[in-house]
């Protein structure tokens, strides 16, 4: 497959940077260390990353007392950055897939998708071939105050082979559909469309149906991933959350999992970061896990037609 431009753009950064920036090198060096175990639920399959460099991101919570550190001014002085319009691509140094980068705003804002969804899809088109998420406020984002998206390898998650199985057909205009999954770790809806108006406006019906669940939440709870290249056009992966973290993060003694699940563990890759939460992990506990945290199965039926949109 030919690499777009700024794709390209993207991985000689990383490159570049991994030979200047030992914070970045070191954390690709413990990424190909760490290890990996593969789970199956059902016809579901989940990957365990044991991965102590993320234990900072994990423990962050929704707190904007710290200093922001996506704005350009904070930035270390060996970290480099790509122009993307309003946003600067930036090499993750606390990676979870090989090639991992992080789009800030340049303009320090909340995290709030309802207002830069257009950017979201175009930075997915310029970025082909990789694999954009979003991370909700509430739902894994360790710089709720400062907007930002995340662009990663492509292929890597599981979720992105489960959305390509049969999913029921919810709804369909002349320039794409929105269908939903379903699943015993997490159900998503899936947006397909050709044109960037198209998905936007169905993107726009998906958010007010989920905003309808959204029990005052500046947003509605959801982690979004983006490929651009699928039949052509834009494929949209919802994931609506109920809880950003298990019941298990706050226990104390043998029960407690010090995980903070957001986009990359609901697309199917489990980050943990001390050895005793990583050899615990079951299919089980998987299901225990997920359904805290997303709506799973039949729970998300009828929320359209409760909606009049059938």
């Known amino acids: 497959?030919?690499?777009?431009?700024?794709?390209?753009?993207?991985?000689?950064?990383?490159?570049?940077?991994?030979?200047?920036?030992?914070?970045?090198?070191?954390?690709?060096?413990?990424?190909?260390?760490m290890r990996i175990r593969t789970l199956s639920?059902?016809?579901?399959?989940?990957?365990?990353?044991?991965?102590?460099a993320r234990r900072v991101s994990s423990l962050a919570g929704s707190e904007t007392s710290r200093a922001c550190f996506l704005c350009s001014h904070r930035l270390p002085l060996e970290q480099e950055s790509l122009s993307l319009g309003d946003y600067l691509l930036?090499?993750?140094?606390?990676?979870?897939?090989?090639e991992h980068f992080t789009l800030a705003s340049?303009?320090?804002?909340p995290q709030r998708i309802g207002e830069c969804f257009g950017d979201f899809l175009h930075a997915a088109r310029s970025l082909e071939g990789l694999t954009l998420f979003y991370n909700g406020p509430q739902s894994g984002a360790s710089a709720p105050d400062h907007l930002h998206f995340q662009a990663v390898t492509g292929g890597y998650m599981p979720l992105e082979e489960e959305?390509?199985?049969?999913?029921?057909?919810?709804?369909?205009?002349d320039c794409g559909s929105l269908c939903l999954m379903r699943s015993p770790l997490r159900n998503a809806f899936i947006l397909r469309a050709q044109t960037l108006a198209g998905?936007?406006?169905?993107?726009?019906?998906?958010?007010?149906?989920?905003?309808?669940?959204?029990?005052?939440?500046?947003?509605?709870?959801?982690?979004?991933?983006?490929?651009?290249?699928?039949?052509?056009?834009?494929?949209?992966v919802a994931v609506p959350r109920k809880a950003h973290r298990p019941?298990?993060?706050?226990?104390?003694?043998?029960?407690?999992?010090?995980?903070?699940?957001?986009?990359?563990?609901?697309?199917?890759?489990?980050?943990?970061?001390?050895?005793?939460?990583?050899?615990?992990?079951?299919?089980?506990?998987?299901?225990?896990?997920?359904?805290?945290?997303?709506?799973?199965?039949?729970?998300?039926?009828?929320?359209?037609?409760a909606s009049g949109d059938r």
């Open 1 to 33: 497959m030919q690499v777009r431009s700024d794709t390209a753009r993207a991985l000689a950064l990383l490159a570049r940077q991994k030979r200047v920036w030992p914070m970045l090198r070191r954390g690709c060096e413990a990424l190909e260390a």
């Open 41 to 52: 639920v059902g016809a579901s399959e989940w990957k365990v990353q044991c991965n102590p």
């Open 90 to 98: 930036l090499c993750n140094p606390y990676p979870i897939f090989p």
């Open 106 to 109: 340049r303009r320090h804002r």
């Open 163 to 173: 959305v390509g199985r049969p999913a029921e057909l919810l709804y369909e205009t």
């Open 199 to 236: 998905a936007c406006g169905l993107f726009a019906r998906l958010y007010a149906v989920l905003q309808e669940r959204a029990s005052g939440d500046a947003e509605p709870r959801m982690n979004l991933f983006g490929r651009y290249g699928i039949s052509g056009g834009w494929e949209v």
């Open 247 to 305: 019941r298990q993060f706050y226990a104390r003694g043998a029960e407690q999992m010090l995980v903070s699940p957001g986009a990359a563990d609901m697309g199917g890759v489990l980050v943990t970061t001390r050895l005793e939460d990583f050899e615990k992990v079951t299919p089980a506990l998987l299901c225990d896990l997920y359904a805290q945290l997303a709506y799973v199965e039949g729970e998300t039926d009828n929320w359209f037609s």
